[in-house]
């Protein structure tokens, strides 16, 4: 992308939101059409073409867990959609508890920021029903599932804006066994790392497992404000109301998202962030072993980490915001994560070509490298504030 005439190459995708790029051809040609005759503002009160095929597509698209009549719910963003699941489940069922993982993030307000392990570590109130667990340990969930008060677990497949955490393969087929075990749901968070970025179309099918509920938002509705929640039609439609938005679903974004879902399909990017992510882990591989600052990288598909520390192993907080403060400068978009802040988030487009993606990954080093020559004061960042 271009700012004022200086090409940016953007490694964050709008915090993944712009998963299809900017401006793609399929989506403008569909928002076009549907802004120029939009027979409504949302599908609250009744119901229009675009709403219903995406629903139908995301329903062909998306397997959950079970053989029942599934439902979608369709909104404006992923908070709004993992509240949906949330405020249904707790209809649906007498159970009080919500477990959730530390660190992890669920949404920006609501009942899906009070099950946020990042934000009630920072002190925000936390859902009373609230049981959190560590992220990637069997034994704490095993532990709070076998009292059988448990609604539902929610979890993240990566823990994106906790850390960038890849968990091992046993950890989610582990959760889904103690589901299984317990008569509880699994709730799929999907917002940030879902929608084909890992190599999958969803996440978690790269650990072989099913939800009973997937919750999707960013890139879904290809920059335009949708999400979606897709499960068991008892779950989903047994709170009537209870997630009111009057534009949720409206049909322009459910246009956008249509044309996402074809875009998905048709150019293979799932397959092509694969392939991409050969090149995405190897550029990590060369960019730890440079750099004294670099602790570990992780990535998996379009969806990497860099995690900076000091020489006496204290999370490089200060050092992070410098690297993308100089990143900027230099050209290239990236932004960081985690609970101490210490942690580089990459999850460019999946349209970005392997060029664009490796003069990225060479500015990121250059900027780790002025960095760590003391080349950025702590007054060039000051001004601006983070997590």
């Not at 860099?306 to 999370?315: C, N, Y």
């Amino acid at each position: 992308m271009e700012e004022g005439g200086r090409e940016l190459i953007d490694l964050s995708g709008g915090w993944s939101a712009a998963g299809v790029g900017y401006a793609h051809p399929k989506v403008v040609a569909a928002v076009t059409e549907a802004v120029s005759a939009m027979p409504g503002i949302g599908i609250l009160s009744g119901t229009h073409r675009q709403g219903v095929e995406l629903a139908e597509r995301l329903l062909a698209m998306i397997h959950t867990r079970g053989d029942g009549p599934r439902a979608v719910y369709l909104g404006l963003a992923g908070s709004d959609a993992n509240t949906a699941a949330l405020r249904s489940i707790r209809a649906w069922t007498s159970r009080p508890r919500i477990l959730a993982f530390e660190s992890s993030y669920h949404g920006g307000m609501g009942p899906s920021r009070e099950v946020s392990g990042l934000f009630t570590a920072a002190g925000v109130a936390a859902d009373s029903g609230l049981v959190l667990a560590p992220y990637g340990e069997l034994d704490a969930v095993r532990i709070a599932l076998d009292k059988r008060d448990v609604a539902a677990v929610v979890v993240e497949p990566i823990l994106s804006d906790g850390g960038l955490i890849i968990p091992a393969p046993e950890f989610l087929r582990g959760l889904r066994e103690l589901c299984d075990a317990t008569g509880t749901l699994l709730v799929a968070d999907e917002v940030k790392v879902g929608m084909g970025r890992t190599g999958r179309l969803l996440a978690h099918q790269c650990d072989g497992i099913e939800a009973d509920i997937v919750t999707l938002g960013k890139s879904l509705g290809g920059g335009l404000s949708l999400s979606a929640a897709i499960g068991p039609r008892e779950v989903l439609n047994s709170d009537p109301g209870g997630t009111l938005l009057t534009t949720a679903g409206n049909p322009v974004a459910c246009a956008a998202g249509l044309a996402v879902l074809e875009i998905l399909e048709q150019e293979r990017l799932p397959e092509r962030a694969k392939r991409l992510g050969v090149d995405l882990a190897a550029g990590l591989a060369g960019i730890r072993d440079r750099h004294h600052l670099v602790a570990a990288v992780r990535s998996r598909g379009l969806v990497g980490g860099i995690e900076l520390r000091r020489a006496d192993g204290s999370p490089a907080r200060e050092e992070t915001a410098k690297v993308v403060f100089r990143a900027a400068q230099l050209g290239a978009i990236v932004y960081y994560v985690g609970m101490d802040s210490n942690v580089l988030e990459l999850t460019p487009p999946l349209v970005i070509e392997k060029e664009q993606l490796e003069r990225g990954l060479a500015i990121i080093s250059r900027a780790i490298i002025d960095v760590e020559a003391g080349l950025v004061a702590d007054a060039d960042v000051a001004a601006y504030v983070g997590w």
